[in-house]
């Protein structure tokens, strides 16, 4: 619709190659969100971790960026670790209320971890019918999922049902325990205010730098036409409560590394909160 009615926009939170890539690129998208390469190059660096994993599955929903996730994740460990053999993958519907069969159908392939792409709702009724089934103790919890499940939205939806030791994800953890940058403290002291809540959501920074960029285009372009706030927004350097950000003069996007980390118990909080946060990745060639 972008390209279609010539209007600038700035995608917070789709994470599909196919919105950016060589085949799709045009004049008026851009992404602050991560990509599924990006995301699949950190599951992949944290998997490798795990010497003595040597077989995993993989899980994740059954539409675009179900499928880019798992690409790009299983493209990136074959490089990181040529080891580890992918001996099941599981492609439930977004949206699907009975995990069951694909829950069973994976346990029987007796996997050593599990890289998954389930977010959301779907991961509140994955965990829910899994844990009681042993899923997670049958891998030892050592699952990683690269969906924001490490955001206080996710934790606070499953509650004392979280499978603490998981690897999870967020854009905003929100809750640092250390080295929390000035900004990103004001940030959410702001939001928290505005919207009356006790904890602020993981997700509201996404909807804010999508909104910042497109203001800071605006006023370096000094018009609201499209064609000029395009041209603004290619290459610019705009900052955020995470430090500053760049849009890609090639492909449009920005690096947008996520903060990863085991999902644990707090007394501090009523729900998982995400320990030793990470930066992941590091870096990653450029786009």
């Keep these: 619709m972008a390209?279609?009615?010539?209007?600038?926009?700035?995608?917070?939170?789709?994470?599909?190659?196919i919105l950016t890539d060589a085949q799709h690129i045009h004049p008026y998208i851009f992404r602050v969100a991560s990509n599924t390469d990006v995301e699949g190059l950190a599951g992949a660096t944290l998997m490798a971790k795990w010497k003595d994993v040597k077989t995993v599955a993989t899980i994740a929903p059954d539409y675009a960026y179900g499928r880019d996730s798992i690409a790009a994740f299983i493209a990136a460990l074959k490089k990181l670790r040529p080891d580890i053999q992918i001996v099941d993958s599981q492609w439930p519907?977004?949206?699907?209320p009975d995990f069951t069969p694909f829950i069973t159908a994976q346990m029987s392939k007796h996997p050593d971890a599990v890289y998954c792409s389930l977010f959301a709702g779907d991961f509140v009724s994955f965990t829910k019918q899994g844990a009681p089934r042993g899923y997670f103790k049958a891998i030892n919890n050592r699952l990683i999922d690269g969906g924001e499940i490490?955001?206080?939205?996710?934790?606070?939806?499953?509650?004392?049902?979280?499978?603490?030791?998981?690897?999870?994800?967020?854009?905003?953890?929100?809750?640092?325990?250390?080295?929390?940058?000035p900004e990103h403290k004001k940030f959410i002291e702001d939001l928290k205010a505005f919207t009356h809540a006790k904890y602020a959501s993981g997700w509201s920074i996404v909807g804010y730098q999508s909104i910042y960029a497109l203001a800071e285009g605006i006023k370096k372009a000094n018009s609201t036409k499209s064609d000029a706030v395009s041209k603004a927004l290619i290459g610019m350097t705009f900052d955020t409560?995470?430090?500053?950000?760049?849009f890609s003069v090639k492909s449009h996007e920005t690096f947008a590394p996520e903060y990863w980390g085991v999902m644990v118990k707090?007394?501090?909080?009523?729900?998982?909160?995400?320990?030793d946060l990470e930066k992941l990745p590091a870096s990653f060639p450029s786009n």
């Design 93 to 96: 519907k977004l949206g699907e």
């Design 266 to 275: 707090d007394p501090n909080y009523p729900f998982a909160i995400i320990k």
């Design 241 to 246: 409560p995470v430090g500053p950000r760049t």
């Design 150 to 181: 490490g955001t206080p939205d996710e934790a606070q939806a499953l509650g004392a049902d979280y499978p603490y030791g998981v690897i999870g994800d967020a854009y905003d953890p929100v809750i640092f325990a250390g080295n929390e940058p």
């Design 3 to 17: 390209k279609e009615n010539q209007i600038v926009f700035v995608a917070p939170t789709s994470k599909s190659t």
